[in-house]
């Protein structure tokens, strides 16, 4: 298994660059909302009023990826890697009339493991997405398509040699989910994204059988703060 405080400082790192950007954009007046502890109380229609998504979004996410799908020529020699992750998001929405135009990255840290022949195992240590996203308001449901970049840290080991290799993926990402407004101040969301990321190339993989296709099929829940 691989050391949890290096992973963590990976993950860290992604998601802290965009967290601060977004921040940073917040009007003074409305940082102490960032701290304020959220109502949990559903709210009828009548307590809940007119709706409007416009603003910044903050949300953490617990999410399960059935597996990672690991083609290409070394596919073979590896059972593709399943697991789950924890991570945020960040980023902001605009409402005008029942369309929405979103702006969305997030980072999450991978628990996503598998094992391979002759001592082979590989890690999915960390993943995000840079995207837009296009919903439509229907009351207090909001169903959306998202697509944009998307990046990950793959790790091959061969436990046998002491081999290791890690690359950086970088790759594609597109889906949808549906979000519902539970009161003013959070929104549950769920949704699934498809991520395929590019070739990468491990030298602690055999020649010839060295190449890797990473992909992955994402369901993601959770809960969105507003700002």
């Not at 298994?1 to 977004?22: D, E, H, N, T, W």
């Not at 009161?183 to 549950?188: F, M």
């Not at 070739?199 to 993601?220: H, R, Y």
Request: aromatic letters at 14%; hydrophobic letters at 40%.
């Amino acid at each position: 298994m691989r050391g949890i405080l290096g992973g963590c400082g990976r993950f860290a790192c992604i998601f802290a660059g965009a967290a601060a950007l977004v921040a940073a954009t917040v009007p003074r007046a409305d940082a102490h909302e960032w701290f304020r502890i959220p109502n949990l109380s559903y709210a009828t229609d009548a307590e809940l009023g007119p709706i409007n998504r416009t603003g910044y979004i903050l949300s953490p996410d617990f999410e399960i990826s059935d597996e990672v799908k690991l083609g290409g020529s070394g596919g073979a020699l590896l059972s593709d890697p399943d697991g789950f992750s924890i991570g945020a998001k960040a980023g902001y929405d605009y409402q005008t009339g029942g369309i929405l135009i979103g702006f969305i990255t997030d980072a999450f840290y991978s628990w996503a493991d598998g094992g391979g022949v002759n001592g082979l195992k590989s890690d999915l240590n960390y993943y995000g997405t840079v995207r837009g996203r296009l919903g439509v308001s229907l009351g207090r449901f909001l169903p959306y398509a998202t697509a944009g970049y998307a990046y990950g840290g793959l790790e091959v080991t061969d436990t046998v040699n002491g081999l290791s290799d890690s690359k950086t993926l970088s790759g594609w990402t597109y889906g949808g989910g549906l979000e519902f407004v539970w009161n003013k101040d959070i929104t549950l969301h769920g949704g699934y994204r498809r991520i395929d990321f590019g070739d990468a190339t491990f030298s602690s993989l055999p020649a010839g059988q060295n190449t890797l296709s990473p992909e992955m099929d994402v369901f993601d829940f959770g809960f969105v703060r507003r700002f």
